[in-house]
Structure formats: structure tokens, C-alpha cells
């Protein structure tokens, strides 16, 4: 009797927090469905409206302490009605206090929040896709899909792979061999467009249109969109319950980047932090850069622009939460910043011969923009600063090889090691390659 009713509690219970759709532009309200465009008065992006007088009934700091090591233990704040959601421990990835990147730069509280080592695909889009799979099912799809730059298709792939919904993604075609191959192993069907992905995504609109599949990011992007909010909530908490002065996130639809604003001011609300104004810096590749533009020139809307980045991850030319990133970086005094495909290389370098990890080329970006905005004195030293980084270095080897040196080889004899330590130690280790050859 107990049991059973357990069960059934597990089933039934439902989140009726979540309330509606609502257009962010006019404010009108639509039902909670597969739907991301206010189509019957402005055609302005819809955004899932919450019920937080409930929401702070329901949760506090000990109750989501006690809740999963995922994003799912903060399941309140996200669009899902059910328990029943798909966790595959996305989430609750590293804050790491950095010490000699910090003390390279110049800055005494940096922390960095590892997305490289996120579940279950190594990229911050575990985040997003978990909760639009998990919403795509209690809709009630069987295929699912997007549009992706590489990391969204993996993270789609594998997450529609253990949750058994079938799946076919978009990528443009020249994409890194590790975000293709990491996104055929999970064995969705996988079209690969010749264009850019502001091709790609034009082309799935259509699709989404006519064939009835979920498109994490097109009909499912409300529900998507609001998984970005939990790298919000998990610095938050990880800071011991309460905001950071700065943060540095980079921007390619600009989602991301508004998010975790939103993260931070539902825990306001509902009381589980102290409001306090956070600075919101945003880094983008120089060859893919129409918010940094826009930014710099005092513009208030965006000119789209054909990538050309080795940042592929974040190359978005028409980014559709552009105008919203900003006036986030207005109305909180930050800065949107754009550095070339050289330093995105020494950026990634530097992660990597400091903190110990190994980023893709988005995460190279961020860096490159945090050094940059330290030297321009926009970023104080003393600013608790949290620097966002989002995917993985092994997804993106062919940007760094060339500019990483080559191994010492040597004859499996002392003497041949010691010849070749002798000059090691001479030299910078970039040097070696010219002694080798
Ligand atoms: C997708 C992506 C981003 C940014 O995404 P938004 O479209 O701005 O939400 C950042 N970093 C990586 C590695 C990504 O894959
Ligand atoms: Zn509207």
C-alpha cells in the first residue's frame, strides 16, 4: 500500500509552477506547448512564465542541497511538469578557484565554471537539451532534432540515445571531425548542410514546420533555452549562496548569456540570495562578432554577419537573443568584447598551461576576452569574477595543433634521453619542433 503510493506520487506529481508561455515583446500568453514564436500578434520569442510565489513556497537552500548531484535539483525553476525527466547527471560541473591564471592576469577572485567536463557530452548544451528532451517527451515526441554549430548535436544525440526518442540533426558540413564523429556514434540520422548554420537554421524552420518534430532549439527553444538558467543557480550555490560581481560568458545566439542573469534574479526572488548588481561581460570570435559590433558602436540592433572563426561553436551570425545580450551588458555596466582567431589559440594555451584544462575554441574566446577586458582595466581585481567555460579542447584539436609543439622523440636508451633533456631544458618548449626536424 505504502509502496504503491509512492509510485504513484512519483508519477503524478506535477510542477504547477509553470503557468504559460509568454511573448517577451507584448506580453501575450500562449498554452504550454511546442511553440517559440508569438505568432498571433508580434512575433516576438516566447518565454516560459513561472508562478515564483509557489516556487518559493516549495524550495530552499537545504531542500535542493538534498536533491540530485544534477541540474534536476533545482527542477522547480525549470519548465518540466513531471518527475519523470530525463537525467543523465548533467550538471553540478566544477567551480574552480584559480590561482595562477588569476595570479597571471592580475586578478584575486577568479573562479572558473568547468563545462568542459559537463554530462554527457562535455559541453555546457547537456544543459539545454536535457530539459528540451525531457519536455519533448511529456509532449509527447517521437523524433527530435536541431540545428546545431557541433556541441548541439552531440549533446541531442546521445541524450535522445538514452532516453530512446529517435533522432536526426542538422550541422553545417565543415565542421571539426570530433564534433561530427561525436555525434555519429550515438547513431541518429545526421544531415550535414552545405551553408553556415544560419543556413542550417533557416532550412530547419522549415522542417520543423512540416514534419512534427521536436527542434530542441527552434519549437522547443522556450523550454531549451531555460536549461541555461541552472550554470545561474549552480555558481550561486557553489559560492556558498550568493551572486559574483562579474561574469564573462561567451555569446553565439546570445542565450546563454541572458540566462544565467535570469538565473541569478529567480533566486532572488524567491529569496534564496541576496540581490547585488552583477556585471555581464560577453566574449565573441572576432570573425563571427555582430554583438561586440553593435556594442562598440552604440547600436541598439543587430547587422548579421557570415562567420569566419575557427570558433565554430559560437560563430552565429544572426543571433536571435542578440538585442537582449546587449542590453543585458548595458543595463549592468559590462562589456561585450571580440578577440581574433590568434589569441582564441592563446587563450586556450593559457587555460590549459594554468588551470589545467583543456578547452574547444569557445572556451579559448572567453579567456582571450577576460585577458583582455583585465588589461583595458574593465574588469577590477578585486571583482568576485566568474569566467564561463563551456566546451571541451578534445572536440576541437585540428585549432591548436601546429601551435602546441611536438613530443621529444628518442631511442629507448638513457643516453638518448639525456641528450634530448639536456636541450629541452634550454630551450622554450615551442623550439623543440626545429630541433627535431
Ligand atoms: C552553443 C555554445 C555556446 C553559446 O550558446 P548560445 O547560443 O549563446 O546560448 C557557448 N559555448 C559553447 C561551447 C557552445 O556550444
Ligand atoms: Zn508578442
Request: one cysteine or more; aromatic letters at 8%.
Amino acid at each position: 500500500m505504502t509502496q504503491s503510493k509512492t509510485i504513484h506520487n512519483k508519477i503524478q506529481t506535477t510542477n504547477t509552477a509553470i503557468e504559460n508561455l509568454k511573448c517577451k515583446e507584448c506580453g501575450e500568453e500562449y498554452a504550454l506547448e511546442a511553440k517559440h514564436i508569438c505568432e498571433d500578434v508580434c512575433f516576438g520569442p516566447l518565454e516560459v512564465k513561472y508562478n515564483y510565489e509557489k516556487i518559493s513556497q516549495i524550495v530552499s537552500r537545504p531542500i535542493i542541497e538534498a536533491g540530485p548531484q544534477s541540474i534536476w535539483r533545482y527542477r522547480h525553476f525549470l519548465p518540466v511538469e513531471t518527475d519523470n525527466v530525463i537525467d543523465v547527471g548533467t550538471g553540478m560541473t566544477p567551480l574552480v578557484k584559480s590561482e595562477r591564471l588569476a595570479r597571471r592576469l592580475g586578478l584575486k577572485n577568479l573562479y572558473i565554471k568547468n563545462d568542459a567536463v559537463n554530462m554527457p557530452t562535455l559541453s555546457f548544451k547537456d544543459r539545454v537539451v536535457s530539459v528540451a528532451l525531457s519536455r519533448a517527451r511529456e509532449l509527447g515526441f517521437s523524433t527530435v532534432s536541431c540545428a546545431s554549430t557541433g556541441n548541439l548535436a552531440n549533446s541531442t544525440a546521445a541524450i535522445a540515445a538514452k532516453a530512446g526518442l529517435e533522432c536526426c540533426v542538422f550541422i553545417p558540413a565543415d565542421l571539426e571531425a570530433g564534433k561530427i564523429l561525436g555525434t555519429l556514434i550515438y547513431n541518429p540520422t545526421v544531415m550535414a548542410v552545405k551553408g553556415n548554420y544560419d543556413q542550417v537554421n533557416r532550412l530547419c524552420c522549415e522542417v520543423a514546420n512540416s514534419y512534427g518534430w521536436g527542434f530542441v532549439n527552434i519549437n522547443l527553444r522556450p523550454y531549451y533555452s531555460e536549461g541555461s538558467k541552472t550554470l545561474g543557480f549552480e555558481v550561486a550555490e557553489q559560492l556558498g549562496w550568493q551572486l559574483p560581481d562579474h561574469v564573462v560568458a561567451p555569446i553565439a545566439s546570445g542565450s546563454l548569456y541572458t540566462k544565467i542573469y535570469k538565473g541569478f534574479k529567480e533566486f532572488v526572488k524567491v529569496g534564496l540570495v541576496e540581490d547585488k548588481a552583477v556585471r555581464f561581460s560577453g566574449a565573441q570570435a572576432e570573425g563571427c562578432s555582430p554583438v561586440a559590433k553593435a556594442f562598440k558602436e552604440g547600436r541598439d540592433f543587430i547587422n548579421p554577419v557570415k562567420p569566419n572563426t575557427i570558433a565554430k561553436s559560437i560563430a552565429i551570425g544572426n543571433p536571435a537573443d542578440g538585442i537582449y545580450a546587449l542590453e543585458l551588458a548595458r543595463k549592468t555596466n559590462g562589456n561585450i568584447e571580440s578577440v581574433t582567431d590568434a589569441e582564441i589559440i592563446e587563450g586556450i594555451k593559457l587555460l590549459a598551461e594554468t588551470e589545467g584544462i583543456f578547452t574547444e575554441t569557445a572556451g579559448g574566446t572567453t579567456i582571450a576576452v577576460l585577458k583582455k577586458l583585465v588589461e583595458a582595466g574593465k574588469i577590477d581585481p578585486e571583482e568576485t569574477t566568474v569566467t564561463y567555460i563551456t566546451g571541451n579542447g578534445l572536440k576541437t584539436q585540428e585549432a591548436v595543433g601546429g601551435y602546441i609543439g611536438e613530443p621529444l622523440t628518442i631511442e629507448a636508451k638513457l643516453d638518448s634521453f639525456e641528450k634530448a633533456w639536456e636541450r629541452a631544458q634550454r630551450l622554450d618548449r615551442l623550439d623543440w619542433q626545429q630541433v627535431l626536424v
